[in-house]
């Protein structure tokens, strides 16, 4: 099938394809409207789309918009990157595969707590990857199979983390860009997955403890085992 893999930044995407294992000559760029760049592989199409929710929608509708016109339509979207872990179940270094990818702060503030934005009656906050294909991922990779949690507001206090272990307390991750990737894949009706690698507990900032570089190789690790499932036909 063919696989759009989205980041947000240069430095997730070079580990993503890092892992993919095609030689540099393999690989080709095209710019496509908006200035995103593709970099495609044999394996998978990587995009780099920006921070947060609303700059990973739009890049990826963009980079699916482009298959579609050109015939030929991607079968699966992958958010992937690194992102902050929920202790003890997701430690730094750790890989954690979306069952759910969770909107969980889209919503309104009441005086009895959060509302979501679907109790509101407006739209979604949850998406439901393929069960099937993402057990599977998670199986190749020994990762953590669990809710991640997009976020607009990276998680820097004990009292926000308690908030938000109390109200989804499967999660076992947090990053900025799932659910906007999500949002773009189901307007095109392509499944969707996310990965995250862990580099940092969710809970009090403490940027010196984070361990980006040990998150950024277990993501290649990961897209090196995943290669092969890329690559298959539908």
């Known amino acids: 099938m063919r696989v759009l893999v989205v980041t947000a930044v240069r430095a997730e995407a070079d580990a993503v394809s890092g892992g993919l294992g095609a030689a540099a000559d393999a690989a080709t760029e095209r710019r ?36 579609e016109v050109s015939s030929a339509p991607y079968g699966l979207v992958v958010s992937a990157g690194i992102g902050g872990g929920f202790q003890p179940l997701a430690p730094v270094g750790s890989l954690v595969v979306a069952d759910a990818i969770v909107a969980a702060d ?22 439901h990857p393929p069960p099937d294909l993402t057990a599977r991922i998670a199986g ?8 991640v949690l997009t976020v ?15 109200r989804h307390p499967r999660a076992a991750a947090e990053a900025m860009e799932g659910f906007g990737v999500a949002e773009a894949a189901a307007a095109y009706g392509v499944p969707v997955a996310e ?15 984070w361990r980006i570089g ?16 890329f690559e298959e036909s539908p």
Do not use: K, W
């Not at 607009?152 to 109390?166: K, Q, Y």
């Open 32 to 67: 496509l409207p908006g200035g995103y760049v593709l970099t495609s592989h044999p394996g998978a199409d990587v995009l780099v789309a920006g921070v947060g929710s609303a700059a990973a929608a739009s890049g990826t509708a963009t980079a699916l918009a482009c298959a």
């Open 106 to 127: 889209l919503g309104a503030e009441t005086p009895e707590g959060f509302l979501p934005v679907d109790e509101l009656g407006f739209g979604r906050t949850v998406h």
């Open 140 to 147: 190749l990779l020994g990762a953590v199979h669990a809710p």
């Open 152 to 166: 607009s507001t990276v998680t820097g206090s004990a009292a926000r983390t308690a908030e938000l272990a109390a």
């Open 195 to 209: 990965i995250r690698a862990v580099s940092n507990a969710v809970g009090p900032r403490d940027r010196p403890a």
């Open 214 to 229: 040990q998150a950024l190789e277990a993501l290649r690790g990961a897209c090196r085992q995943l290669s092969p499932v």
